[in-house]
């Protein structure tokens, strides 16, 4: 661990940084909370669309406090009111969240958080950060005991020079998640890699961006890197949809692999792939889609293994932007795709919703639904659009990949989102829960770049569902337990 982390329980030294901390960050909530807002578990009926923040509410501070349906607070932490709180990553029962972007600030690095006791997350530690990067992806891994932070070039809040693209592979000892131990770096050069899924002790990074640079190559959507051994992380393959003759160049934004933590089981043979083509190839036309991959040569530990695609480039249109996550399901039987389109933007309306895929057919992947809210209706755009929130689709977790029965969708502005999947072809939602806003949070985007608007909170995370519990993070609020309770019909 090193020297420079803030180490915030533990040793007598590290308890008076706290307190020095929170009294520099005064008036802040929720750092160390013992008694955790409770949520209201079946809200009265508001005339609101469902999944709004109305403009009302933002302005006259209705929206500061949380807007629930079926779920109540277990428990929170504040991440000492930071803000730009990025991505969620999970080993035993800790969380470890990413910034959103990295800085030479002190809290501007992953936060370390043990979660023994639900009702009181404790925050154990926040490591440097990276200057010049968004660092906000991070996956733990319980299989190889790895958490790896991903970092990529990017402009920040901070204005600091543009940093390095790598993977930073963080060892998790055994009986001690709360202490992970940095142990290798792999760096991409010039290629901007996006996100990244774990399977066992291989490391599969999506390309979204190519570089920086306009002369440079952009570099192939997937790149499989070997990290057996954590200390000297290695390239092993790479895949593009124009390695196939007569196909156009690929970029590549999610995927979920058979088989990896938290995903339906298997042996790691298959990964689905959210894609963007750089033209269209199917009427009408459209850039965005998935494919599956067979990836049996890496599970096979084969020298120079190929990734090949055994579906069609399913694509589906979209009004803006581009198709995001995946998370490969069963459902009664049955393999499913639960996906999510993003709106990365405020003032486009209708922003991106869900979608449901059966690919028990590999060779005929078929779209059986899609789940939006009513902020998302285009008839509703013109209110929804004056609230100037971000109503997106985002990421997701399920209660059970294995048999899978509800959805917790991040919906950003919206919050988190439970739907019912257990009927793949008519999912309803049967709870939610908004994040109450938090206006003055230490970080925020004076630029207006990105989530600006302070007066809404944005549910940003992968969610993990833990005995009973649901986590997730978001930009503004933090770390989030929370716990869907059935006592009352969804919308």
């Known amino acids: 661990?090193?020297?420079?982390?803030?180490?915030?329980?533990?040793?007598?030294?590290?308890?008076?940084?706290?307190?020095?901390?929170?009294?520099?960050?005064?008036?802040?909530?929720?750092?160390?909370p013992r008694h955790p807002p409770r949520a209201q578990v079946a809200s009265t009926p508001?005339?609101?669309?469902?999944?709004?923040?109305?403009?009302?509410?933002?302005?006259?501070?209705?929206?500061?406090n949380a807007y629930s349906l079926n779920v109540s607070v277990v428990g929170h932490n504040s991440i000492l009111n930071r803000g730009f709180n990025g991505n969620l990553g999970w080993v035993d029962d800790c969380a470890y969240v990413a910034p959103y972007y990295g800085g030479t600030h002190q809290f501007a690095g992953l936060a370390v958080l043990k979660v023994t006791d639900p009702t009181n997350p404790l925050l154990v530690n926040i490591f440097p950060g990276t200057p010049g990067t968004r660092?906000?992806?991070?996956?733990?891994?319980?299989?190889?005991?790895?958490?790896?932070?991903?970092?990529?070039a990017d402009w920040t809040i901070f204005s600091d020079p543009l940093g390095p693209n790598q993977l930073q592979i963080y060892q998790v000892p055994v009986n001690d998640c709360a202490h992970p131990v940095l142990a290798g770096t792999y760096d991409f050069g010039p290629i901007v890699p996006h996100e990244f899924q774990i399977w066992h002790d291989k490391i599969y990074v999506t390309n979204f961006g190519g570089s920086p640079a306009p002369s440079t190559p952009p570099g192939p959507s997937i790149m499989v890197i070997d990290a057996h051994d954590m200390t000297h992380p290695q390239l092993l393959t790479t895949w593009d949809l124009s390695d196939e003759p007569g196909m156009p160049k690929?970029?590549?934004?999610?995927?979920?692999?058979?088989?990896?933590?938290?995903?339906?089981?298997?042996?790691?043979?298959?990964?689905?792939?959210?894609?963007?083509?750089?033209?269209?190839?199917?009427?009408p036309p459209t850039r965005n889609g998935l494919v599956i991959l067979d990836t049996s040569e890496v599970v096979q530990g084969k020298p120079a293994p190929v990734l090949h695609r055994i579906s069609p480039v399913l694509t589906w249109s979209l009004p803006c932007c581009l198709s995001h996550s995946t998370d490969i399901v069963s459902i009664a039987g049955r393999r499913y795709i639960l996906a999510q389109d993003e709106t990365f933007r405020t003032n486009f309306c209708p922003w991106g919703s869900a979608r449901i895929f059966d690919v028990t057919d590999e060779t005929h992947p078929t779209q059986v639904s899609t789940f939006s809210l009513k902020v998302q209706d285009p008839?509703?755009?013109?209110?929804?659009?004056?609230?100037?929130?971000?109503?997106?689709?985002?990421y997701?977790?399920?209660?059970?990949?294995?048999?899978?029965?509800?959805?917790?969708?991040?919906?950003?502005?919206?919050?988190l989102r439970v739907v019912d999947i257990s009927n793949p072809f008519n999912?309803?939602?049967?709870?939610?829960?908004?994040?109450?806003?938090?206006p003055n949070t230490i970080f925020s985007d004076f630029n207006l770049i990105r989530f600006f608007n302070r007066n809404v909170d944005y549910a940003y995370s992968y969610v993990r569902y833990y005995q009973g519990n649901i986590w997730f993070s978001s930009v503004y609020g933090g770390f989030w337990v929370v716990r869907y309770q059935p006592t009352s019909c969804g919308p």
Request: proline share 5%.
């Open 1 to 32: 661990m090193s020297d420079r982390a803030i180490k915030i329980i533990g040793p007598k030294a590290g308890c008076a940084v706290l307190a020095w901390l929170l009294l520099m960050t005064a008036p802040m909530s929720g750092g160390q």
């Open 46 to 64: 508001v005339t609101a669309l469902q999944g709004e923040v109305p403009l009302a509410d933002q302005q006259s501070g209705r929206s500061q």
């Open 135 to 152: 660092g906000g992806q991070v996956h733990g891994s319980q299989t190889s005991r790895m958490v790896v932070v991903m970092t990529f």
């Open 250 to 283: 690929s970029i590549a934004h999610d995927l979920s692999i058979l088989g990896e933590d938290d995903a339906l089981a298997g042996d790691g043979t298959r990964a689905y792939v959210s894609v963007q083509l750089s033209q269209p190839i199917s009427f």
């Open 379 to 394: 008839a509703n755009c013109p209110q929804a659009l004056a609230d100037n929130a971000m109503y997106s689709a985002h």
């Open 396 to 415: 997701l977790g399920v209660d059970n990949p294995n048999d899978a029965r509800l959805a917790f969708f991040t919906w950003y502005s919206s919050g």
């Open 427 to 438: 999912p309803r939602e049967v709870g939610y829960f908004v994040p109450g806003a938090t």
